[in-house]
């Protein structure tokens, strides 16, 4: 069973910046890839950001790229989040998600994801 923690989220103003957490525990060999997502209020949840952890191979919504950059640490289970520039429709919950696919087709489906955090809330004041 993986289990997943985010932390990091808060109330901020345009243009700054937050990093986003996720603590990962019971990480099989079976989980390829980590993914951030996030869901505003009446819309569907939606893709953002995915990195490997082997390799480190990334891939970004285009409505984030250049803005946000996604890492992890494998000695502490962790994936990161960091978000620059942030704008007001940048205000929605982030979850973070493992999955066993590879490649991007699939990564970028909430669907191919077997295990979710319960998110954690990024509001952007303008």
């Known amino acids: 069973q993986v289990q997943l923690v985010e932390s990091g989220g808060g109330l901020v103003q345009a243009g700054d910046s937050l990093r986003l957490s996720c603590i990962v525990s019971g990480r099989t060999v079976s989980s390829n890839a980590m993914g951030w997502f996030r869901q505003a209020p009446g819309k569907e949840r939606e893709f953002v950001a995915v990195?490997?952890?082997?390799?480190?191979?990334?891939y970004y919504a285009d409505s984030v790229k250049g803005r946000f950059t996604i890492s992890r640490d494998n000695a502490k289970n962790t994936v990161y989040l960091q978000m620059n520039s942030l704008k007001p429709e940048d205000t929605a919950v982030y979850y973070c998600?493992?999955?066993?696919?590879?490649?991007?087709?699939?990564?970028?489906?909430?669907?191919?994801?077997?295990?979710w955090g319960q998110g954690t809330q990024v509001t952007v004041s303008s």
């Open positions: 990195i490997t952890w082997s390799g480190g191979s990334t």
């Open positions: 998600a493992a999955s066993a696919y590879s490649g991007t087709y699939y990564l970028k489906r909430r669907r191919n994801y077997d295990y």
